[in-house]
């Protein structure tokens, strides 16, 4: 099975989007993306700098439309039969899927983002990486802290979400053989510090149309694949305030029999973990069009 996955939040740099403005009708593209999300995304992906891309309403936008654009210049979609996001990436991964317009995808993420920004206003809080150690002893010392595992992302990666102050102590006395590695966004996602964020998505989410998926799709909530357009939505709601089960999604995709990987952009992060979770998964990371013959080629069976 051909898997394509969307990244997360944390993926975007800037001017990533530049190399992608040069195809023919991207530029368009994304003028039509940033009404619908209420962002200058154009500016954002090309003139922006790392601060303020890293604003929880400018970055998530901006991930899910450039996963988008480099979806849609992908040839060989059809050669896809599953999708995932991490995250923010499930947006896009929900419009890949045929669940929602790029319209409402656009939109909806738009309204998160700015919910999400709000909610994080309230209280200092941010994420941090822990890599290695044993899960059970990470997961215990975060408690102690009263850090949530916000991201359990495979391959020996939990990720840890909380006030700065708690993050700071867990850095000075990490867990016995983890490295903590602050992240580049801007609250503590997916824990209960989102809860009013959820409402806001809810009363927004609530009327929109969604269809049945037509490729397999896996959700963030537990890693199983979800058939109905609607429940995938819901899911989408409540994931703002609950951890994402990455680990369980690529579980999923081995079971599933993956074959073959294509990260979407801004690529680079969910590649890295399908090399060590799942070994031997041949993976291309489209972080420009320069890898979309490489995508192809992967897709269809060709050989290089």
């Not at 654009?69 to 929900?94: I, K, P, T």
């Not at 840890?160 to 006395?173: I, P, V």
Request: hydrophobic letters at 45%; a negative charge.
């Amino acid at each position: 099975m051909n898997i394509a996955v969307f990244p997360g939040q944390g993926s975007q740099t800037p001017g990533f989007l530049l190399p992608w403005l040069e195809r023919e009708g991207a530029a368009e593209t994304l003028a039509t993306y940033s009404d619908w999300a209420g962002v200058d995304l154009t500016a954002a992906g090309t003139e922006w700098d790392a601060d303020r891309i890293r604003d929880t309403a400018v970055a998530q936008p901006l991930i899910v439309a450039a996963s988008l654009l480099s979806w849609n210049m992908l040839d060989a979609r059809d050669s896809v039969q599953g999708v995932a996001g991490h995250s923010v990436g499930e947006f896009a991964a929900a419009a890949a899927a045929g669940i929602l317009s790029e319209e409402d995808a656009l939109r909806l993420v738009g309204i998160r983002g700015r919910a999400m920004a709000r909610a994080a206003a309230h209280v200092e809080t941010g994420m941090s990486a822990v890599i290695g150690g044993d899960q059970d002893a990470v997961v215990a010392r975060l408690d102690e802290l009263g850090l949530t595992p916000a991201n359990y992302n495979g391959s020996g990666q939990i990720v840890a979400a909380g006030t700065l102050t708690s993050l700071a102590a867990l850095a000075a006395d990490p867990p016995a053989g983890t490295r903590v590695i602050a992240l580049q966004v801007a609250g503590a996602f997916h824990t209960s510090f989102m809860a009013p964020a959820v409402e806001s998505l809810r009363t927004a989410a609530a009327d929109v149309t969604t269809t049945d998926p037509v490729p397999t799709v896996w959700s963030n909530s537990d890693g199983g694949a979800v058939s109905h357009g609607r429940a995938f939505l819901d899911a989408l709601v409540t994931q703002v305030a609950s951890p994402v089960r990455w680990d369980r999604c690529m579980t999923s995709f081995a079971d599933a029999g993956v074959s073959a990987i294509v990260e979407l952009s801004p690529a680079g992060t969910l590649v890295g973990l399908a090399k060590r979770a799942l070994r031997g998964v041949p993976s291309v990371a489209l972080k420009s069009p320069d890898d979309i013959e490489s995508a192809r080629r992967l897709l269809t069976g060709e050989s290089a």
